[in-house]
């Protein structure tokens, strides 16, 4: 099978030590590879690669490996796994056997066509469902791996195979962080920074014009997208660089970002993921209130209690009811746009220069 094929493939570069990324085989993977011959002969057109019919059977067929994965571990191996590695479809999926009995009472066929991945992760690309299903391979060919886990494993495979220390010089930083953020940006956020202009002053003063042409104040998809992509961006640059060793604020490289560049974007992506956790409460008129992946990655957490929303962050507590009315979320979006703008330019750079 051609997915074996190209798993074995990342396998071989990883144990060897060398990081893989997967945003270069994009349009390869997502229409020869991981389209079976099933999905074919159901009348699947390679032209309509994103259509919601192949992306629900890609879905399915990658849930259904990442299954067959996870039956190979015993039961203390897999928690521990799923305690020390941050992959949210990993940690999604155990969580939700466990809700369901566990491996043991949970088919493959029932994991693959329930477990609703694009509840855990931002978008059902390639990289989301590679990242715990290489990893788990991995780990099988070597188990001793599993003692030098760390919440980044699943980013960073081949890392386990390295002995020497930590990259801690400048360039190397920048490289790792290249490596890895492209694989972020799903494929309609890199049409879209295809098409920005480029604004030839920091992120912070972009302005609304810059990007009001894009109709992005209408779109709540694409400001979804870009809130999520932008903080899920700054985390990463932020643990590679502490890492290393360096101090965050301190450290100047071409992911840097000014702590008022950041409270600006975070603030922002705050409002908004408290509109979409009031939505959701709205929707189900009080009875019940669903977190959403922004609010989780922002620190926030939500229940329900006598019709009232309590939404908590840190040691700050909101109460909310029914009356309660969206806040705006887009003085940062700029910023935010841009900001993603600057990291993925920088990263392509790199990519590029390193291809010479």
């Known amino acids: 099978m051609a997915l074996e094929k190209l798993i074995q493939y990342y396998m071989g570069r990883i144990t060897r030590g060398v990081q893989q990324t997967m945003h270069g085989y994009h ?3 997502r229409t020869e590879v991981l389209i079976s011959e099933e999905h074919k002969q159901m009348g699947f057109k390679l032209s309509s690669y994103s259509s919601p019919e192949v992306i629900n059977a890609r879905s399915e067929l990658l849930l259904g490996e990442l299954y067959d994965r996870l039956k190979e571990f015993d039961k203390d191996d897999l928690e521990h796994i799923n305690e020390t590695v941050d992959d949210p479809l990993l940690n999604g999926a155990y969580k939700w056997l466990n809700s369901k009995g566990g491996l043991e009472k949970t ?3 029932k994991f693959s066509k329930n477990f609703n ?5 931002r978008h059902r690309t390639i990289s989301n469902y590679f990242r715990p299903i290489i990893l788990l391979d991995v780990l099988k060919q070597k188990p001793s791996l599993i003692e030098k886990l760390d919440e980044s494993s699943a980013y960073f ?3 386990l195979f390295r002995e020497k220390k930590p990259r801690t010089t400048k360039k190397d930083i920048e490289k790792e962080i290249a490596e890895v953020i492209l ?3 799903s494929p309609e956020l890199c049409e879209f920074m295809e098409k920005l202009p480029l604004i030839h002053r920091p992120p912070l003063y972009a302005s609304r014009k810059d990007i009001e042409w894009s109709g992005i104040y209408e779109n709540h998809d694409l400001k979804k997208d870009v809130y999520e992509t932008v903080v899920d961006a700054l985390n990463l640059v932020k643990n590679i660089v502490i890492k290393a060793r360096k101090n965050i604020k301190k450290f100047k490289s071409a992911f840097s970002t000014t702590t008022l ?5 975070i603030y922002s992506a705050k409002d908004f993921a408290r509109n979409q956790i009031l939505g959701s409460f709205k929707r189900h008129k009080g009875e019940k209130v669903y977190e959403s992946y922004l609010a989780e990655k922002c620190g926030m957490s939500a229940k329900v209690h006598n019709k009232k929303l309590i939404i908590k962050e840190g040691k700050k507590t909101s109460i909310l009811t029914l009356e309660n009315e969206f806040i705006s979320s887009t003085r940062g979006l700029p910023c935010a746009v841009y900001m993603l703008k600057k990291f993925y330019d920088n990263a392509k750079g790199l ?3 390193l291809k010479k």
Request: net charge positive.
């Open 157 to 159: 495979p081949h890392r």
């Open 261 to 265: 560049q950041y409270r600006r974007i």
């Open 351 to 353: 990519e590029d220069n």
């Open 117 to 121: 991945a694009k509840s855990v992760v």
């Open 27 to 29: 349009f390869f993977i």
């Open 183 to 185: 694989d972020m940006y």
């Open 107 to 109: 088919s493959r066929k």
